[in-house]
């Protein structure tokens, strides 16, 4: 890849997936080659209501999540959204290029507006659109997502192959996603079947980045597994889910492969391998926790590297804008 773009929501508290799905590994993209660029997408957060107050707390907390965990404001462009109109501006453009059946397929929605979907934001239903123009406005071709994010990078490249048929032109790059390592779906601690969320109502079924060692390890320990000793492989663990999400947040915890983990607690039962884990867990996420409290203490800070990389978001997707609206053929005289 060329340029590597990617994007978390400031919905409320990060989430160990949103950290070992994501955030962990945009670090490791700097240095690698591809330009890295980074963004908090407000825009997507107010598709559902977000008390103003609260927003930007939250996108200020989302920011210092990527510094904390190694995003370098001087290697890679950090900004959030809203600070670059280009993003609402090509997101009207592809509300053009895109179908509304395209919009009513997408799992995310269907189970965003549940059975009410008359009432829910026509934001809510626009938003692959507005994912597919924070990508394309940087022409960036990988992604880095987790798992649930697959269905709306498909929907990016059947934009980008639209516009580009349509207007008989090759702008738009084809996407990769980037959907890698142990932990693409850290399900939740209550129920093996369902997603870790930041929106879940019980707080015990999530790992929050702001959580302290010992609720950490509360959580771990009361976490839902089954009585069985593991396996000396992942092959083992086929049905049993919860004992699979342990040693796989486990693994990405550790940077180990989920069977290099097992080969060394084959036999054992939970009893010895929560306490491990829970030690991990406490010992990887303490550090970026207190990072992200010093980033937290300084507002100011956080909005000037925010303003920063805006200006330098908005000098890359500036052209590209103006070369879309040319095809296009809308005027621009001035
Ligand atoms: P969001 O804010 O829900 O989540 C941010 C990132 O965290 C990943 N993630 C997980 N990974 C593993 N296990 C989990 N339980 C888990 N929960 C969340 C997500 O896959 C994501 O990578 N629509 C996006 C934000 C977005 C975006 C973009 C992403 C907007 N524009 C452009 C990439 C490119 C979202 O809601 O992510």
Known sequence: PTRIFSGIQPSGGLTLGNYLGALKRFAA??????????????????TVWQDPAR?????????????????????????????????????????????LGWMYRMTQFKDKSGKNSENVSLGLLAYPSLMAADILAYHADAVPVGDDQKQHLELTRDIAA????????????????????????????????????KSDPSDASRIN????????????????????????????LKDRPEARNLVNIYAALADEGPDAVLARFEGQGFGAFK?????????????????????????????????????????????????????????RSR
């Open 29 to 46: 993209f700097q240095g690698t080659g591809p330009q890295t660029i980074y963004c908090v997408v407000d825009l997507h957060a107010i």
């Open 209 to 236: 980045l702001t959580d302290d060692a010992d609720a950490i390890s509360q959580k771990i320990r009361k976490a839902r597994t089954d009585a069985e000793p593991l396996p000396g492989s992942m092959d083992g």
């Open 275 to 331: 306490p491990a884990l829970a030690d991990l867990a406490a010992a990887t996420l303490s550090p970026i926790t207190a990072r992200m409290s010093e980033y937290m203490a300084d507002p100011a800070e956080i909005d000037r590297i925010l303003g920063e990389g805006a200006d330098r978001a908005d000098a890359l997707a500036q052209p590209i804008l103006a070369r879309t609206k040319e095809i296009m053929g809308l005027i």
């Open 55 to 99: 927003l930007t707390q939250q996108t200020r907390e989302a920011a210092a999540a990527f510094l904390a965990a190694g995003v370098d404001p001087a290697r890679s462009i950090l900004f959030n959204q809203s600070q670059v109109p280009a993003h609402a501006e090509l997101a009207w453009l592809f509300n053009t290029v895109a179908r």
């Open 162 to 197: 639209k516009f580009n048929h349509d207007y008989g032109v090759d702008f738009f790059p084809e996407v990769q996603p980037l959907i890698e390592g142990p932990a693409t779906r850290v399900m939740s601690l209550r129920d093996g079947a369902k997603k870790m969320s």
